[in-house]
């Protein structure tokens, strides 16, 4: 069981809007640490979608954005397209394990 | 632009030690802004991050909990890579292993993956 926690999966029609959300505890996202999230297309690596909460590395477009408050934090998708079929990790770091934890991802069917 | 090139058997025995390599370009595994983890994934685990090596004055190593006891991350200054080993395998460390940067708390590279199955 993954120390954050996501929705196993999420769906939506082109053009939609989703959102996934990752729930923490006081020792991670809830103590301050930033949250970060990844983009797993098949057999690739992941990719850094969303760091520091909110910012958008270069190249990744603005129908990505992130946030978070309290004890979780959202990755929301709009203008969805059928590339944007792939699983989605939240990341952050954890006082009491001291050390990076994950979430255990969620899968974005587009339909 | 930063690359990150895994290499290593993909085939351990059990009780065995796992060795990977990843070799690093476009940075450097001394870097005093940057960290050298190694994660892996699997669908029993799902991405878990193993540990990681960097350089702040001297070098430094951080371990994740449930493997401390069996993992050793070191840097290779001369290559310019950095190794991962993990000792003692059983069937549960099947799975694929990733290297990745780490800069302000995130891991912007990754490599490429390798699957390693842990079986006789």
């Known amino acids: 069981q993954s120390v954050l926690t996501q929705p196993p999966s999420v769906s939506g029609a082109p053009g939609q809007r989703v959102a996934i959300s990752c729930t923490g505890s006081s020792s991670n996202i809830g103590a301050g640490y930033d949250v970060h999230w990844y983009q797993q297309l098949p057999g690739t690596a992941p990719k850094v979608l969303i760091y520091g909460n909110s910012n958008r590395p270069s190249g990744v477009p603005d129908r990505f954005s992130g946030s978070k408050s309290g004890t979780s934090a959202s990755l929301a998708i709009t203008g969805l397209q059928a590339e944007d079929e792939a699983d989605y990790y939240c990341?952050?770091?954890?006082?009491?394990?001291?050390?990076?934890?994950f979430g255990g991802g969620t899968k974005l069917t587009v339909l | 632009q930063v690359q990150l090139q895994q290499s290593g058997p993909g085939l351990v025995e059990p009780s065995q030690t796992l060795s990977l390599t990843c070799a690093i370009s476009g940075d450097s595994v001394s870097s005093n802004s940057a960290g050298w983890n190694w994660l892996r994934q699997s669908p029993s685990r799902g991405l878990e991050w193993l540990g990681r090596t960097y350089y702040r004055s001297k070098w430094r190593s951080e371990y994740t909990v449930s493997v401390k006891s069996r993992i050793t991350i070191n840097p290779d200054t001369s290559k310019n890579q950095f190794s991962l080993q993990l000792s003692s395998v059983t069937p549960e460390d099947t799975a694929v292993y990733y290297c990745?940067?780490?800069?302000?708390?995130?891991?912007?590279?990754w490599g490429q993956g390798t699957l390693v199955t842990v079986s006789p």
């Open positions: 990745a940067r780490g800069r302000d708390g995130y891991l912007d590279y």
């Open positions: 990341h952050s770091y954890d006082s009491s394990l001291s050390g990076w934890v």
